[in-house]
């Protein structure tokens, strides 16, 4: 594909400098990988970062650090999303920069985002831009921020994804291990191990997790109130539904509204 191409050559052209693209370059592409890591920052919506393992969630005012040659693509579907991608030479290292994680923006980060908002293009040694940028990559590990906890594990099994596109159209039912077993002519016993040698997580997790992605893709695009919200993904006690989120994003569903609309 030849706008890969252009892509994967327009970041590692110069691999000594630091790239900054604004434009949503990556949208949609087959799986690439960068000679360059990459810091994805999301503003505005919910983008999706797909992997060989994982498909990961990235709410507005949150990024993702990709390290270097770490195969993966970019999806989204709303069109208020606005996005900054920072590609990063070598010369970095330690457990931050070698692993993938999605983080909050944090005040400091937002700041130095905007002293720098007009940048664009390839930023060379010596000069004061890619010291200043530098120096912003140097901020992420020392933040200290925890880890937004959303991934959701991918497979190749056709019958096991067949279950799983099943479940996303009836989030809003009872969905229990028994039934959706019964269902597949699956015993519990079977459909338990599907899940956990396949995705490696638990029924239940995997339906926690659906659910909640759900809610945050309503809570972004919808009017509906988070009593409306928890109904219409299976919850009816919202309590339940406002812990399990927090569990999962480190917010409150009333917090994430507020930054997601930002």
């Keep these: 594909m030849e706008i890969l191409k252009q892509l994967i050559n327009s970041v590692d052209q110069n691999p000594d400098s630091i790239l900054v693209m604004r434009q949503q370059t ?10 360059k890591a990459q810091l994805l920052l999301v503003f505005g919506g919910i983008a999706y970062l797909q992997t060989d393992e994982k498909d990961f969630y990235i709410p507005s005012n949150h990024y993702i650090w ?3 040659n770490y195969p993966h693509n970019l999806m989204f579907n709303t069109q208020d999303l606005y996005i900054i991608n920072i590609y990063f030479p070598g010369g970095s290292s330690g ?23 007009k940048w664009h293009g390839d930023y060379f040694k010596g000069s004061w831009e890619f010291e200043f940028l530098t120096t912003l990559r140097k901020v ?11 991934q959701l594990p991918t497979t190749d099994d056709q019958r096991l994804q067949a279950i799983v596109g099943e479940l ?16 597949w002519g699956l015993s519990i016993r079977s459909l338990t191990r599907l899940f956990q040698t396949k995705l490696h997580i638990t029924f239940i997790q995997y339906v926690k997790m659906l659910r909640i992605i759900r809610a945050m893709e309503l809570i972004k695009d919808s009017n509906l109130n988070m009593t409306e919200i928890a ?13 399990n989120f927090h569990q999962l994003t480190n917010m409150r569903p009333t917090e994430f509204k507020t930054v997601s609309r930002v």
């Design 26 to 35: 990556e949208q949609r592409l087959p799986s690439h990988q960068h000679n």
């Design 66 to 68: 990709i390290p270097k």
């Design 95 to 117: 457990g931050f920069y070698n692993e993938l994680g999605i983080y909050p923006v944090s005040k400091l980060l937002f700041e130095m985002l905007s002293f720098s908002e």
């Design 140 to 150: 992420l590990p020392e933040e200290n921020l925890r880890k937004f906890s959303i």
């Design 168 to 183: 996303r159209s009836r989030l809003n039912e009872n969905l229990t291990l028994e039934s959706i077993a019964k269902q």
């Design 231 to 243: 109904y219409e993904i299976g919850y009816s006690n919202i309590a339940a539904f406002s812990n």
